[in-house]
DNA sequence: TTCATTTGAGCAATCGATAGCACAAACATG
DNA sequence: CATGTTTGTGCTATCGATTGCTCAAATGAA
């Protein structure tokens, strides 16, 4: 691979002088940089980043830790989190843990070996102590979830208050029966909207007998098996709200097999908003997360951060972005009982 | 950050010990590796990948490149890549181009400085030949659609057969005038693709006029307005066939708005196969792209390549793999007329 | 006790880019 | 003509890990 010293040699000139001249250092003259510039350009010369980084410290990498890049969720956030990066001139480094601590320790002590700039990353369910400890090291931010680490930087959506106004819109309709099918609360996220669901039902004073919660994993399949399990119950619930896309899915599948007319029979409101919620007949109403805005605004800030000194460097900062109700047709108000 | 040296100053030993001793160098007794190990664990110490690099060569990075990390198709490939490459310690490094000529040049040229150990990618529509004269420097190896490049290295999917096996599985079924929908050819993936559809015809010594052809972008919107466009047609078509998932999703929200059965008054045949597919009502049939058994096998190629002495490299190696036929419920014989 | 051999560890160079300092040549000023 | 100043380059150390070579101490054999 050719290096400055070949530059050096083809045009006898000394290293220091072609290194100074590619970086347009006022004291080399411009017939030099010139000449410089065409030898550097003939011989297809790209700097070293290792070499440069060890001289002048961190690197132009920025590590992001996802638990599936499959999931909508987690892909929208890798594509705005590049976009932004990339204006920066910052490159991603990809790791993705499959929600496996030890794979996200792996990932996050090699990231720490490549001296990233920083990482960000959205935290595995059980994440390790070393990997908490290995993060230390490094300047990142966490997202979406929220797993207390040795600082306390943080950009989220509003779980619970986007699943409270959801429960309201549906209360609001006249449903007071209503289903929550969602992954287990193992997640601080998974919590956040559970809590919001009750509070709808509190802060009216309803019983939290009328809500039905169906907690296990988030796929279609559990989707699917909650709902035939809720349509067996006698006098079953009107509404349902679902905790994630893949759910949602398998709840208006097993609604349409079930000859459950929605929003006639019973309304649905899917928590994000993949392509097929707006294509689906009836158009499906949803809470959309602000992925893209949140990702955005979250590399901004660390981008910034990632500039600041040391000492002027904030030790803590939680910032919540809004989800948005979209109201589409597969709600409305229950059948007279 | 810690160092060697830091290791070495609090033990009293050299730098170059410290190095052997982590190194499991059997020259180190075994109590000094316990005490250095020891130390290295109690400060923290994490290796520099970039010096380490520096010195021997190659670094563990991959660079990987797409167009696009949303569409389903590609998010299964950085997922079974990053797997992969997991495995043997490489880590990959993202760039999403949004099939930009100027985005992906630029990361290119920071894959090479950042010196990666290759780079796997998918190359935008209109690869610039900058980008190829820097490829020319680092191994790579091109996935799913083919600019020929300085090399010939290549991994991608039967996209005219599998089409091609589509086409005639509705012409058994009785169908003759059949609908194609599609993103426009200028990929090499979407001509690969058309052909074999029309290839399907000509091997029967059926007429090419009774395959309607609908060019355009691999949006869900453009499905919706083709299939409203066929709709409108006196005589129209009795099945289609979709060339990507985005637009089998407008396809069918057409037909169920227009009230056309699937698969009574016509069949649907999808190409992709994301979960929705097999959830919607009718189960969509489709053809599955063996992305992730296409992914691995690269990346397993790949890393074998990259081990590979420079003399005993193969300058041409094309693969493909097979697609498969999922029939689910929305084909079947055309209504009498 | 002396010499040969094994064992354990240090010195110094290396990779590529950069930056402080030194220095020669060209020029201006008295 | 002598001295000061500007301009353009080169020399060399530096970052951190690695490695060939050197060397001292410990061990064994005669």
């Not at 000394?14 to 001249?21: D, E, K, L, P, Q």
């Not at 070293?48 to 001289?55: E, L, S």
């Not at 955005?296 to 989800?323: G, K, Q």
Request: overall charge neutral.
């Amino acid at each position: 691979m050719v290096t400055t010293k070949d530059i050096a040699i083809k045009l006898g000139f000394s290293v220091s002088t072609i290194g100074r001249a590619l970086s347009g250092d006022p004291r080399i003259s411009e017939k030099t940089k010139l000449a410089v510039r065409a030898a550097a350009e003939e011989l297809g010369y790209v700097g070293n980043m290792a070499a440069r980084m060890m001289r002048g410290g961190s690197s132009n990498l920025i590590g992001l830790i996802l638990p599936d890049i499959q999931n909508d969720f987690f892909a929208s956030i890798a594509q705005a989190l590049s976009q932004s990066c990339d204006r920066q001139g910052y490159r991603i480094v990809l790791s993705i843990t499959g929600d496996d601590p030890e794979t996200e320790m792996r990932h996050i002590h090699d990231f720490v070996g490549a001296r990233v700039a920083g990482i960000i990353l959205v935290p595995s369910a059980d994440m390790k102590r070393e990997s908490i400890a290995l993060l230390r090291q490094v300047q990142h931010v966490q997202l979406l979830r929220y797993a207390s680490g040795p600082d306390d930087l943080w950009f989220g959506i509003d779980d619970g208050d986007a699943m409270e106004r959801a429960t309201n819109h549906l209360l609001d309709l006249g449903h007071r029966r209503i289903a929550y099918v969602a992954a287990s609360d193992r997640l601080s996220t998974g919590r956040r909207r559970l809590r919001g669901v009750q509070e709808a039902y509190r802060k009216r004073d309803l019983p939290l007998s009328d809500l039905s919660v169906f907690l296990d994993t988030p796929t279609a399949t559990w989707g699917e098996r909650a709902i035939n399990e809720m349509l067996s119950i006698a006098d079953h619930p009107t509404a349902i709200l679902s905790g994630s896309a893949h759910v949602t899915m398998g709840m208006i599948a097993s609604l349409r097999r079930a000859k459950v007319d929605i929003p006639g029979q019973m309304s649905v409101i899917g928590f994000g908003d993949p392509n097929w919620c707006e294509w689906w007949q009836p158009p499906i109403t949803v809470i959309r997360p602000p992925i893209q805005s949140l990702a955005t605004s979250c590399a901004l800030w660390f981008m910034d951060r990632l500039r600041t000194p040391e000492d002027r460097l904030v030790s803590s900062y939680h910032a919540t972005s809004s989800s948005e109700l979209v109201l589409r047709d597969s709600t409305g108000r229950p059948a007279r009982s």
